[in-house]
Structure formats: C-alpha cells, structure tokens
C-alpha cells in the first residue's frame, strides 16, 4: 500500500534507538538491516529525503528529550519506534502504561507539527531469559501503540512485533535468521519483514 498523497520527492526522518539506527550509517549508506530501507524499497522510493535519528541505547524518555531535533527536521513523515530499551536495558522497566504515555507524547508532538506517523512497533526479542513480565509488557505495549494509530488521523501502524515473532516459540522469540546479532537487532531477513508490514 502506498502512502497517501503526492508519492515520490517526500522526506522522512526515522526516529528510535539502535534498531532505527540501523537503517543508514554517515559515509558507508544505507543498511539492508534496515526496516525503514526495505519499506521504501518495496514502496517504490516514495521518500528521497530521509533524516537518520536512531541513537543506540534510548529510552522513550530520551526520545522525548530530543523530540524538538525530530521536528526540526520538518519533514513529511515520521517513523517511530521506541520501547525496547524501556523493556529489556538496565534499569528495566515493566510498566507498559508509562512507556505508552512517553510514545503517545512524542507521536502528538509529531502529529502537530504537521506530520503523519508510522508507529512501528518494537520487534521480538531474543534473550533466553526474559522474564514473563517483560513478555507481556511487550505484548501490550505492542498492542495500545497499534489501537491507537488505528483511531487516529494521520498515523499508520505497523506490527514489527507480528512481523518477527515466532509462531512456534512458546517463549516468545524470533524467528530463526531474523536477527544478526543474537538478542535486539534485525538481520536483513528480519528487517525486510518488518518493512514488508
């Protein structure tokens, strides 16, 4: 499906931690483990200008703080994806609710500046020990992110947690080779499904 209005010429800035970062690296391009890469690919190159701010390690919280760099930018979409390193990166942090109100803020911010916004969701992650709160955090982070893109105007959602998780896997893990590193980050198998969604 491809975007509403005028395609083609359109710019996007990519806003996250590490998964969103990477999508493209200064002097060596864009990445095939990025998701975003592999969206605008199979969309037909809709977006030629493209603001990388994916910063390894944020938080929601960090995201917020720097949410004024995303709208700066001007541009005409915004893809977000945040609620990774709240869940599974010390100090933890199981309370989905919170984690939602940091996103919900940065998508209303966005939204007001005049931007649509892709809502992309955190993709599985693999740790073969995370415990079952951390699980349904996930889940439900996953699940308040895409009911509220679908309620509101101008936001898309995107399911990466659906696009990776393993249908067989009763702990929640990814798929096999959807990952290049073996907990967080997406191989390019990984990062095509989640652009495909």
């Avoid at 960090?62 to 010390?90: C, E, H, K, P």
Wanted: aromatic share 10%.
């Amino acid at each position: 499906v491809r975007p509403t209005g005028q395609i083609g010429g359109q710019s996007a800035v990519l806003f996250g931690d590490s998964i969103t970062g990477l999508n493209y690296a200064a002097n060596t391009g864009y990445y095939s483990e990025g998701y975003f890469n592999w969206a605008n690919a199979l969309l037909g190159m809709p977006f030629t200008t493209v603001y990388p701010l994916g910063v390894g390690g944020d938080t929601t919280a960090l995201m917020l703080a720097r949410i004024q760099d995303v709208v700066n930018t001007g541009a005409d979409w915004a893809f977000v994806m945040g609620g990774t390193n709240d869940i599974f990166t010390s100090p933890t942090s199981t309370d989905y609710a919170a984690i939602f109100a940091n996103l919900k803020q940065i998508y209303s911010t966005l939204l007001n500046a005049g931007m649509k916004v892709v809502a992309v969701t955190p993709p599985v992650r693999n740790t073969g020990s995370q415990a079952n709160a951390q699980i349904v955090a996930q889940l439900e982070l996953n699940r308040l992110v895409l009911s509220y893109a679908a309620a509101t105007p101008n936001m898309i959602g995107v399911n990466a947690y659906g696009a990776t998780v393993s249908p067989t896997d009763a702990s929640g893990n990814q798929k096999t080779n959807y990952l290049y590193d073996s907990t967080t980050h997406p191989s390019n198998i990984g990062a095509y499904a989640i652009g495909k969604a």
